[in-house]
């Protein structure tokens, strides 16, 4: 996915297109994640679909649940929902800023290789 370390840095137009690439893969994960709570919350604890999504939107960015769960059930969901959205969070900004890292460490390559010579 990465170039080699030997090879020429890539354009600013090729990294930007990496970049989005990332960002809409981050996006994804974001959606299906969002979704997964949507639809758990609405099942497990019958919540409506608008205060499912806003319990699942709470917790996927680390603020917390809105409402009081009911049942034990919904409580195990909430538990393990909020500890994947912890590693979620975790894995999207890895993939996001995975291309920014890997250009800074590229260049930093580049140009202690052209000081060595």
């Not at 205060?51 to 917790?59: E, G, V």
């Not at 680390?62 to 590693?87: D, H, I, N, R, V």
């Not at 900004?93 to 460490?105: C, D, E, K, S």
Request: glycine share 10%; net charge positive.
């Amino acid at each position: 996915m990465f170039e080699h370390h030997k090879t020429p840095l890539l354009s600013r137009r090729a990294f930007f297109a990496r970049l989005a690439r990332s960002a809409g893969i981050g996006f994804l994960i974001i959606a299906v994640s969002l979704g997964t709570g949507v639809i758990g919350y609405h099942y497990f604890e019958s919540l409506p679909w608008i205060d499912a999504f806003a319990n699942a939107a709470m917790i996927l960015s680390g603020m917390g649940p809105l409402t009081t769960l009911q049942t034990e059930s919904g409580k195990l969901f909430a538990g393990c929902y909020a500890l994947f959205s912890g590693l979620a969070f975790i894995v999207i900004i890895g993939i996001v800023f995975a291309p920014v890292v890997h250009r800074f460490l590229h260049k930093f390559h580049l140009e202690s290789e052209s000081k060595k010579r």
